[in-house]
């Protein structure tokens, strides 16, 4: 299920999720369920030793039961899930690969936590699934808003109005919004749900 | 675009029986601009025959705006570049030099690196050492070399990397295991090798067998360019047709006629020389590391600095 092609150059671009053939060690990441995906991966796990760490509870069972990970870890949520990926980026060794399965918001905050690990994009293979939810950066306080459904939204930060663009920063892992009625204060087009 | 400085050779020091180290000075005793490590610099030098131009490494500092250094290993099969740096130049003497270019710089995202030396190619693994070693990096020094009196600017490394220098030395049977100097190493680490064919060959083997992924593993090799038949270049903007002759490489024979390609490592590793072939009557021999196979097979590119063809006539679009 990759997304139709983008409005803009930034916006990433999800292909269909494969295993990496010259990795030697592979570590999935899952903060979402997806049965059909999960399946297909489990039915013919890579060459090398295979590690799961999951935030959702159906999918840590759907991994545990595959038996194709000789590690299934199951983690409380997505804030310890990203802890645990780190403690296990720390003692790993090159010839991993990486693999981010889940919305945006959880499978790039994991991916900035593997880049600071010093993990190229060669070595992580992102797949979105589960919830279009945005993580929006405001480019006035930089504050991020998470979980955005809407194309408008008030900032966390400093509570203007956000307009949620399609433009995307791999760096911040979020979604640019900048203020909708910065120019005609109080003019502002009707909410609508945009990301459900 | 092919700038040059106006530099004298300031010092000549003997490192080892065929190595020898050069300092250069700009003639006007003015500052040089600043590089990067792992940078190299094109030295036009003055043959008999006419002007040599070859690229070295710089091996000093970076923060030092007076000097520039490089080290030489006289070839076995010199062309004349290496030949006359050990044989004719001495103190004093005028070279034109380009400005510096660095095609094998480090990652600013590395946790830690293993720099691997084969030879000569210690060079920019030097200059690589001392520019982590001001960051404050993590980094590790392996360096093969032929007998121990070749180990030329070991010492400089030592101080460098303090005790994390490891040399293996061929008269004493040691080899690198580079399956083990790999092994185990935490992700982030980054490997660059600077050395002869084989060695650079095998490294990047073994790296990739061991699931390294290429944005973590560097290397950098300059070819000298290997002769062949003499052939004609016809140049297809003005019509004019040059000779290059069996023993100078078709950029050298440009440049003899008065054009002005441009270039930048002279040794086929990085792209900059890379020219349209509009009809070629003879076999191509590429030799350069740049142009893809596929590219290779359309028969419409050419690496001048080290590429050639089995005599003949090639028409470029120049």
Redesign the interface.
């Known amino acids: 299920m990759s997304a139709a092609a983008p409005s803009i150059k930034s916006q990433p671009v999800y292909h269909a999720l494969e295993w990496d053939a010259?990795?030697?060690?592979h570590l999935l990441f899952v903060a979402s369920d997806d049965p059909p995906l999960l399946d297909r991966l489990l039915a013919a796990p890579p060459r090398?030793e295979l590690t799961a760490l999951s935030t959702d509870a159906a999918a840590g069972e759907r991994l545990q039961s595959s038996g194709a990970a000789a590690h299934t870890l199951v983690a409380d949520g997505l804030a310890r899930g990203l802890e645990t990926l780190g403690l296990l980026?720390r003692d790993?060794?090159?010839?991993?690969?990486l693999y981010l399965v889940g919305c945006e918001d959880a499978i790039w905050q994991a991916a900035g936590i593997a880049?600071g690990?010093?993990?190229?994009?060669?070595?992580i293979r992102l797949f979105q699934t589960g919830t279009k939810a945005r993580p929006v950066f405001c480019v006035h306080c930089r504050a991020m808003t998470r979980g955005v459904r809407t194309n408008l939204v008030d900032c966390s930060g400093c509570g203007r109005t956000l307009f949620v663009r399609d433009h995307f920063s791999r760096r911040l892992g979020a979604y640019m919004g900048f203020q909708i009625d910065a120019e005609e204060p109080g003019v502002k087009p009707p909410v609508e749900l945009a990301y459900p | 675009m092919n700038a040059e400085i106006g530099m004298v050779l300031s010092r000549v020091i003997e490192l080892a029986p065929g190595i020898r180290e050069f300092w250069l000075a700009r003639e006007d005793g003015g500052d040089l601009p600043a590089y990067s490590g792992g940078s190299h610099i094109v030295l036009s030098l003055p043959l008999p025959g006419g002007v040599r131009r070859n690229p070295y490494s710089l091996v000093g500092d970076p923060g030092d705006r007076k000097k520039w250094r490089i080290a030489v290993r006289r070839q076995e099969q010199s062309r004349g570049g290496s030949a006359w740096l050990h044989e004719h130049a001495r103190e004093g003497q005028p070279i034109r030099v380009s400005m510096p270019a660095n095609l094998f710089p480090m990652s600013r995202l590395a946790r830690h690196h293993i720099l691997v030396a084969g030879g000569i190619g210690v060079t920019p693994i030097v200059s690589h050492a001392r520019e982590l070693a001001r960051l404050g990096q993590h980094f590790e020094v392996h360096y093969a070399h032929r007998a121990p009196e070749f180990g030329v600017l070991l010492d400089e490394l030592r101080q460098l990397a303090g005790g994390d220098v490891h040399c293996y030395v061929a008269s004493r049977n040691q080899v690198i295991d580079f399956r083990e100097l790999l092994g185990g190493r935490p992700l982030g680490t980054h490997a660059y090798l600077c050395g002869p064919q084989g060695m650079v060959e095998d490294f990047h083997k073994t790296a990739r067998d061991m699931g390294w992924p290429d944005t973590h593993v560097h290397s950098e090799r300059f070819l000298a360019p290997p002769p062949g038949e003499a052939f004609t270049v016809k140049l297809a903007r003005s019509g004019r047709e040059v000779a290059v002759a069996g023993d100078q490489s078709m950029l050298e024979a440009l440049e003899a006629a008065g054009t002005e390609p441009p270039f930048l490592c002279r040794g086929g590793a990085c792209g900059q020389c890379e020219t349209q072939v509009v009809a070629c009557d003879s076999k191509f021999q590429h030799n350069d590391l740049f142009l893809s196979q596929a590219e290779r097979d359309s028969g419409r590119k050419i690496m001048p600095c080290v590429s050639r063809i089995a005599g003949g006539c090639i028409t470029i679009d120049l």
């Open positions: 010259a990795g030697v060690r090398g980026l790993s060794e090159m010839g991993l690969r880049s690990y010093g993990m190229s994009s060669a070595e």
